[in-house]
């Protein structure tokens, strides 16, 4: 039998590769390879004109996870996140990830009833969306 016709019934499929599967979060990945370089230069955000290294951007994944955990939020509960592909929507990716928080992401394009009819109907604990 191939790969393409075994019916999986699992999330993964061990025999897919001769790489062993990591056992990790990826905040624990983040974390380890923020211990490891600091001073490396993580992400840029050429349009915000944003450089971050590993630590500068864990200091503010950091920042967001604290403030979420402050405001209620809990393991498995889902966050919407209504933002276009900006800096804050890839830190607020990692925050959620090392909370265990399952994050929803809303069309920056949706209007008003459609951002209703998502949030309901996932069951979002809460919302977040730029000031403008």
């Known amino acids: 039998s191939t790969a393409s016709s075994t019916k999986l019934t ?3 499929y061990h025999h897919a590769s001769s790489l062993p599967f ?3 979060t990826i905040s624990q990945s983040f974390d380890e390879t923020t211990a490891k ?3 490396h230069e993580c992400f840029v955000f050429k349009s915000e004109q944003k ?4 630590k500068s951007f864990k200091d503010e994944v950091d920042s967001l996870a604290a403030s979420l955990l402050e405001l209620g939020f809990e393991k498995n509960d889902r966050l919407a996140v209504w933002l276009p592909n900006t800096s804050e929507n890839v830190a607020m ?3 959620a990830s090392k909370l265990g ?3 929803v992401n ?3 394009a949706y209007v008003g009833r459609e951002l209703e009819y998502c949030i309901n109907k996932v069951g979002c604990k809460g919302l977040i969306l ?3």
Do not use: E, G
């Not at 450089?51 to 590993?54: P, S």
């Open 10 to 12: 699992t999330s993964y």
């Open 22 to 24: 990591v056992y990790k």
């Open 37 to 39: 370089y600091p001073d």
């Open 51 to 54: 450089r971050y290294t590993f």
């Open 93 to 95: 990716t990692f925050a």
């Open 101 to 103: 928080l399952i994050k």
């Open 106 to 108: 809303i069309n920056p």
């Open 130 to 132: 730029s000031p403008s």
